[in-house]
């Protein structure tokens, strides 16, 4: 058995272990963080040079303190088993530990899962009984609710993280300045009949809201709209003709009756196209949308997904305002793909991106719907060529919100997303408000992981040219040394790639190439371990290495088989961003 040691502060609780520390002199100490969750802090410095020495400072730091956090003696420092170290040097969703054991590297799901929280599904039961079926990413929408409902939301997440050990990551999503309709003075829904007539108006409205009456959030409503433009629901769910101007009320027949939701976008369409002229004024980012990112600034989320991106100067502009205003953490912005503008615009926009979704919804109501699909397509493999993560996102299983069991076209969908190998997916209404957040959330779980297991035992990915993405030397070799890892590990059939990486990088790139195994991602920080959850294949695990492969081969590998998530004779691949090197090895 290996022998590790543990640290004891005066109060004899324990506080950090250190895993196989020869006993020797001269020992330099792992960096490693402390196993209580609660009291997460993380050695930086070990003062010691020599394990017999009688007080040895450690320095540490965490919950924003840093200082001496003990002293080494032959007191306080005692030898414990070696499972004891596993559990406390490394960090891996509790989720995707339980999968692995039970279905073995091969089979463990590679599309991620986004789930959009909601009415339905703010509860903490209910959030962890998503990170329980899978959620990788939770989506806050900042179109719904109060910045209170939101924090209460992020805190719920957070909580679960440190008390379950998950790693789900959050996004926010930006409200934007399209046009919108108002929240209908809290009621779920209106229903517009056939032939009715109802009243578009940029006046505030008292509740209880008068009959057949919508407020719309944009001013130059009435003067832009002209008698005869058709007005489109929600990308054409209700529609209605504009039949008469009166000051700031505008009075349309419905055409085409349904159901009108709060918030619903719209659009107006003239002669049979889309009237875009007013939207292209519209700012990308309202002055409502700079205080929601603040706010998604503050709480310290992962991802900012930008609505009804046009450009890529605004994503350049946000990215340079979230580096000024959050020193050091690294919130990746997502560029939403849902306007004809993005996608004129695509490439740039998501060259400036950390990511893109290819948000359909409204994607849907300013491209004609049988442009969608290629659409799609066409976002997905620019992602993939210039290693971006990429969403697709709504009404992958629409019917859910209220049926227990998805349409066969909606599978159809599912596996179509997941063949064309997007990192994730996302639910939307099917999660927020709808009846069955949990069995919508399993759909999207076992198809992907059908559809994966399915392509890739046929063979049937057709190979994709990727282009160098690199524009340093240093980052050109880390990326041949991804490319060549990922084939040699096809050709190898290894049961999985190992990537020890301190910013993500290595690891995306790895992700990028899409290989048959597991990549098994270790990183020394939660907010990149937590970034990492939103891409392809990637099993995100934190870990404190050092500048020696060999070592932390041998930390990883003794930690794992204390889990139980890696055995003797398994075939691996290691790759790392601190020594450029491919290394092949089976499991001691
Ligand atoms: N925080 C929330 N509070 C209340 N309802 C919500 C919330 N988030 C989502 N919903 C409900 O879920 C439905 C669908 O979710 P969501 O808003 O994510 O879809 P979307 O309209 O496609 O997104 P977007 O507005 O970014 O285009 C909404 O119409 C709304 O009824
Ligand atoms: C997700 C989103 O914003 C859309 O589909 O429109
Ligand atoms: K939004
Ligand atoms: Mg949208």
Not at 126 to 145: D, K, T
Not at 197 to 216: G, H, K, M, Q
Not at 448 to 456: A, D, L
Not at 547 to 555: A, I, P, R, T, V
Request: net charge negative; with cysteine; charged share 25%.
């Amino acid at each position: 058995m290996s022998q590790s040691l543990q640290f004891f502060t005066p109060s004899r609780s324990p506080y950090v272990i250190l895993p196989k520390l020869p006993a020797t002199s001269n020992v330099r100490f792992p960096v490693i963080n402390f196993p209580s969750r609660k009291h997460s802090i993380t050695i930086t410095k070990c003062l010691s040079s020599d394990l017999d020495a009688t007080s040895s400072q450690v320095l540490a730091s965490g919950n924003g303190q840093s200082g001496v956090a003990g002293v080494l003696s032959a007191d306080n420092v005692a030898a414990v088993p070696s499972h004891d170290s596993g559990a406390a040097g490394i960090e891996v969703d509790a989720v995707t530990e339980a999968e692995l054991k039970e279905n073995g590297f091969r089979s463990t799901r590679r599309t991620k899962l986004i789930c959009t929280i909601g009415p339905a599904t703010c509860g903490f039961e209910q959030l962890e009984a998503l990170a329980v079926g899978g959620m990788n990413v939770a989506r806050i929408n900042m179109c719904h609710g109060t910045r209170e409902w939101h924090q209460t939301v992020i805190e719920r997440v957070r909580r679960l993280n440190e008390e379950k050990g998950f790693a789900v990551a959050i996004m926010m999503d930006t409200e934007g300045s399209e046009i919108h309709m108002g929240d209908l003075g809290g009621d779920a829904s209106a229903k517009a009949e056939d032939g009715e007539i109802w009243t578009f108006t940029v006046r505030a409205l008292n509740s209880p809201r008068p009959e057949r009456t919508i407020n719309v959030n944009y001013d130059g409503f009435a003067e832009d709209v002209k008698v005869g433009d058709e007005l489109l629901v929600d990308g054409g769910m209700v529609r209605f003709e504009v039949i008469e101007k009166i000051g700031p009320d505008v009075k349309c027949r419905c055409t085409d009756p349904g159901l009108l939701l709060p918030r619903a976008n719209l659009t107006f369409w003239r002669d049979g196209s889309l009237v875009r002229e007013r939207n292209a004024m519209l700012p990308t980012i309202s002055s409502k949308d700079w205080l929601d990112i603040d706010f998604g600034i503050a709480a310290g989320v992962e991802f900012i997904a930008i609505s009804f991106v046009k450009s890529a100067e605004v994503i350049k502009h946000l990215k340079s305002y979230i580096a000024a205003r959050s020193r050091g953490s690294d919130i990746a912005v997502i560029a939403k793909i849902e306007s004809i503008d993005s996608l004129k615009n695509l490439e740039e926009i998501i060259q400036a991106s950390d990511g893109a979704m290819v948000a359909r919804g409204d994607l849907g109501a300013q491209i004609p719907l049988e442009q969608v699909p290629s659409a799609q397509q066409k976002i997905v493999q620019v992602c993939r060529e210039l290693n971006k993560p990429v969403i697709v996102a709504s009404q992958l299983l629409e019917s859910m919100i209220e049926y227990p069991t998805p349409t066969r076209a909606e599978v159809a969908d599912v596996s179509e997303a997941v063949r064309q190998r997007a990192d994730a997916l996302m639910l939307s209404g099917e999660s927020a408000m709808g009846q069955f957040p949990e069995k919508a959330l399993a759909v999207l779980r076992t198809v992907s992981v059908r559809i994966e297991k399915w392509w890739r035992e046929e063979k049937r990915h057709e190979a994709m040219e990727l282009p160098d993405v690199g524009t340093s030397f240093s980052d050109s070799i880390s990326e041949e040394i991804c490319n060549s890892a990922a084939k040699m590990a096809n050709n190898l059939e290894v049961d999985a790639l190992f990537v020890y990486t301190k910013t993500g990088h290595m690891a995306s790139l790895l992700s990028r190439c899409r290989p048959d195994c597991p990549i098994f991602a270790f990183t020394t920080t939660t907010s990149v371990r937590r970034r990492l959850n939103l891409q392809w294949g990637l099993i995100p695990f934190r870990l404190s290495f050092s500048d020696d492969m060999e070592s932390n081969l041998n930390k990883t590998f003794s930690l794992l088989k204390a889990r139980g998530m890696i055995k003797s004779g398994d075939l691996v691949i290691a790759v790392s961003d601190m020594l450029q090197s491919i290394q092949v090895m089976n499991v001691p």
